[in-house]
């Protein structure tokens, strides 16, 4: 009966919008006298291993890429590196790419500014290029992986601030990053 009813009104649905001067009227339908009693259990399932997993690597990516504290101007560094005057993103930097991409796939209302940097050998002007640059490399490795680019703004800070000391090789390669800010 209900599958009748159904295909009726589907039929009249079809010929009132092929035929705009046929209008709809009024029906008084009689009331249905049907009774039905039934009893319903909501079965909510236990949570897989996967939905487990799942919501223990989303923690993770939480807490390696979000600020740890209610800080807005913190920046959370992305562990990528550059050679020296390079922009080029290394093959063993890949990982964590792919880590901060599994992060924003999850979080998609997240905008996010890319800043790179670089240590102080060099002018100012060709660092603030080269930095600009490395953001920009970060920022196409993104799009690559599908984020769309309109989440994603490179921005290149040069030598301005170094993390590390300038003065040894060690510190100089600390210096030559890429830095994130989320923006919910």
């Known amino acids: ?44 399932p236990e949570p897989s291993s996967k939905d487990l997993e799942s919501k223990s690597r989303s923690s993770e990516l939480n807490e390696k ?3 740890q504290d209610d800080n807005i101007d913190q920046a959370v560094t992305l562990k990528i590196n550059f050679a020296r ?7 063993r930097y890949i990982d964590e790419i792919k880590e901060f991409v599994e992060f ?8 996010v500014l ?9 002018s100012e002007i060709l660092n603030k290029e080269l930095s600009r640059n490395r ?15 309109i989440r994603l703004t490179a921005i290149g800070k040069g030598e301005l601030n170094p993390i590390a000391d300038n003065s040894s090789e060690a510190g100089r390669a600390k210096n030559r ?8």
């Open 114 to 122: 890319i800043y790179g940097h670089t240590d102080s050998r060099g």
């Open 104 to 111: 924003l796939e999850e979080n998609n209302d997240y905008l």
């Open 177 to 184: 990053r890429i830095e994130i800010d989320i923006l919910e």
């Open 85 to 91: 005057n390079r922009y080029d993103i290394s093959d």
């Open 1 to 44: 009966m209900k599958q009748i009813f159904l295909l009726l009104a589907s039929i009249l649905y079809l010929s009132a919008s092929e035929f705009p001067h046929i209008q709809p009227i009024a029906v008084e339908e009689a009331p249905l006298r049907t009774s039905v009693k039934k009893e319903a259990y909501l079965v909510t």
């Open 135 to 149: 953001a920009k490399s970060v920022q196409k490795a993104l799009e690559e992986y599908g984020i769309k680019s």
């Open 65 to 67: 890429f979000m600020p």
